[in-house]
């Protein structure tokens, strides 16, 4: 299997602009955590996602941010418009079942000048 | 809620040395516990875990066992090499939670020759 694969690996856009990350699940997996990276907050569960459906976005930092998983194999999360702070490394990562055994992608690295 | 906290880094040892990287949680259910390990530049990987008390976890030289009666998950390896040398996450995971999995802040792991 490829793992979960996410894009861009990196992205450099200026604040104010629309960002959207990219994330294929391993195939089978049914559910899909978005993570945020960064040296002050550490790692930090942004939502999730169960056969598709949002399952938790209490971690979603405010109404700039958009998630969404419209079938199996696909997930974008949306940043409009974005800031300097969110200047972060972005994880997407998927489980089978649910347990906590989480298969990451490599993450994309996003700066907002 | 339901939380993990990790020694603080960096830790830095010599090529050989005994290690220890400090978990305790707190939950309110029965959570499964894990050691994720991050490599520069790539996303977490699991490294071990334990799903029930006094279970223990091992891996690649790596071993923890979860102690319900002091809350902790403790890693130890008794031989580190410069290899090893990554950024290391405590986790739990509690399935009355949807199974989604909360992080300690990372413990950084440097091993010198």
């Known amino acids: 299997d490829a793992g979960v694969i996410q894009s861009p690996r990196h992205e450099v856009t200026e604040m104010g602009q629309e960002v959207t990350l990219r994330c294929k699940p391993i195939?089978?997996?049914?559910?899909l955590f978005w993570y945020r990276q960064t040296m002050m907050r550490g790692l930090e569960l942004l939502i999730y996602?169960?056969?598709?459906?949002?399952?938790?976005d209490s971690g979603m930092p405010e109404d700039r941010f958009s998630a969404k998983m419209p079938n199996a194999s696909f997930s974008t999360l949306k940043i409009q418009p974005s800031e300097p702070r969110d200047s972060a490394v972005y994880f997407c990562?998927?489980?089978?079942?649910?347990?906590?055994?989480?298969?990451f992608g490599e993450g994309s690295r996003l700066t907002v000048l | 809620g339901d939380s993990v906290t990790q020694m603080e880094g960096p830790v830095t040892l010599s090529e050989e040395a005994f290690l220890t990287i400090n978990c305790t949680y707190t939950a309110t259910g029965y959570p499964s516990l894990f050691w994720y390990v991050q490599y520069p530049g790539e996303g977490l990987q699991l490294l071990l875990k334990a799903t029930k008390a006094d279970d223990k976890g091992s891996n690649k030289g790596f071993e923890a066992t979860y102690r319900k009666e002091t809350t902790s998950f403790h890693l130890e390896k008794g031989s580190v090499q410069v290899s090893d040398s990554a950024v290391y996450f405590c986790?739990?995971?509690?399935?009355?939670?949807?199974?989604?999995?909360?992080f300690g802040q990372g413990t950084e792991l440097s091993v010198k020759p």
């Open positions: 195939s089978g997996h049914d559910y």
């Open positions: 996602f169960n056969n598709n459906v949002p399952i938790d």
């Open positions: 986790a739990l995971s509690d399935y009355n939670q949807g199974g989604k999995l909360i």
């Open positions: 990562a998927s489980s089978g079942v649910g347990t906590g055994e989480l298969f």
